[in-house]
């Protein structure tokens, strides 16, 4: 018997929201509305929302271990002090292709800033392609690039024994594996873990959960999916009232509930009156499985 719930916790109508992160110690979610250029910060208890809007695009944000955040801002890596509502810019990426910017990102296990980049969208998944690059910024805020001709970078994780990291270029449709080397940051041995489904649509954000397993959300699928990384096998399909689910993280108690972003941007008219809530923050409880923590940039 499942008792699986989805709830819209937050009407945000996010035009592309992403990078839910939860911040233990303020029971908060964090996420970005990429093109209203916002970073946002939801308290669960309080219900109430606090919003910081930078001048680019802001497409993921992550913890930082000195206080404050990082958030990856049009193609910089910046500091972000939510206090003062400032950035501060700590390296910048593809400075010879100014239509690009970032796209998802998450630190690691040892504290780098992983994001990749990706051209603008002219409309959703509509770009000129191979333009992006993986790239993370280390704790001495040196970055280093992995690869290049990337179309929408996307979904990242890691392993739970941090040997593995899992990769999303969207329009691959695939959910990808590499060997991770934690003490150097390198990766190796690229190969598809998943090869998405044809109702499953664009593979986008993604997280892991305690028992190894990814789940990753499906852009236009209105779903988010749970993956045995080994075996390859789609282990659970958890439907959401809107279509474009964006990215998804653990949270609440324990990291026992599911939060879940979504876009607004790119529905039609006739679809919004079915899906007024596009655009929200979305709450999975009763899944049976939890999340880990955030890990927080060391720098
Ligand atoms: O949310 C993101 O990661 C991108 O910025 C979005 O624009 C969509 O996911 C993309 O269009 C789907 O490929
Ligand atoms: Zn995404």
């Given at each position: 018997?499942?008792?699986?719930?989805?709830?819209?916790?937050?009407?945000?109508?996010?035009?592309?929201?992403e990078s839910p992160v939860w911040e233990e110690a303020s029971s908060s979610l964090l996420f970005v509305d990429i093109s209203s250029k916002k970073v946002c910060r939801w308290d669960s208890l309080s219900k109430q929302v606090q919003r910081v809007t930078l001048d680019a695009p802001v497409s993921s944000v992550a913890l930082r271990q000195a206080g404050g955040y990082v958030a990856t801002v049009g193609t910089k890596f910046c500091a972000l002090n939510w206090k003062d509502e400032s950035a501060v810019v700590l390296a910048a990426v593809d400075k010879d292709k100014k239509n690009n910017r970032f796209?998802?990102?998450?630190?690691?296990?040892?504290?780098?800033?992983?994001?990749?980049?990706?051209?603008?969208?002219?409309?959703?998944?509509?770009?000129?392609?191979?333009?992006?690059?993986?790239?993370?910024?280390?704790?001495?805020?040196?970055v280093e690039k992995y690869f290049d001709q990337v179309d929408v970078s996307n979904g990242?994780?890691?392993?739970?024994?941090?040997?593995?990291?899992?990769?999303?270029?969207?329009?691959?449709?695939s959910v990808d594996a590499f060997d991770y080397d934690l003490l150097t940051g390198k990766i190796s041995n690229r190969r598809s873990i998943y090869k998405m489904e044809k109702e499953e649509?664009?593979?986008?954000?993604?997280?892991?959960?305690?028992?190894?397993?990814?789940?990753?959300?499906?852009?236009?699928?209105?779903?988010?999916?749970?993956?045995?990384?080994?075996?390859?096998?789609?282990?659970?399909t958890v439907k959401l009232p809107v279509d474009k689910t964006t990215s998804c993280c653990f949270g609440g108690k324990d990291?026992?509930?599911?939060?879940?972003?979504s876009a607004r941007s790119g529905v039609n008219p006739q679809?919004?009156?079915?899906?007024?809530?596009?655009?929200?923050?979305?709450?999975?409880?009763?899944?049976?499985?939890?999340g880990i923590p955030p890990y927080p940039y060391a720098g």
């Open positions: 018997m499942s008792s699986i719930k989805v709830e819209c916790v937050l009407r945000e109508n996010c035009r592309c929201g796209n998802d990102g998450k630190v690691d296990p040892a504290g780098r800033y992983f994001a990749g980049t990706m051209a603008e969208e002219t409309a959703p998944a509509v770009l000129e392609r191979r333009q992006g690059s993986l790239y993370s910024l280390f704790p001495d805020h040196h990242l994780d890691w392993s739970l024994d941090h040997k593995t990291f899992y990769y999303i270029d969207s329009l691959s449709y649509h664009i593979p986008d954000g993604m997280c892991i959960d305690t028992e190894g397993k990814l789940w990753v959300a499906c852009y236009n699928g209105g779903r988010v999916i749970r993956l045995d990384p080994e075996t390859g096998k789609r282990l659970q990291y026992s509930e599911m939060y879940v972003t679809t919004l009156l079915q899906q007024p809530e596009a655009g929200g923050i979305f709450k999975i409880t009763g899944l049976g499985v939890k």
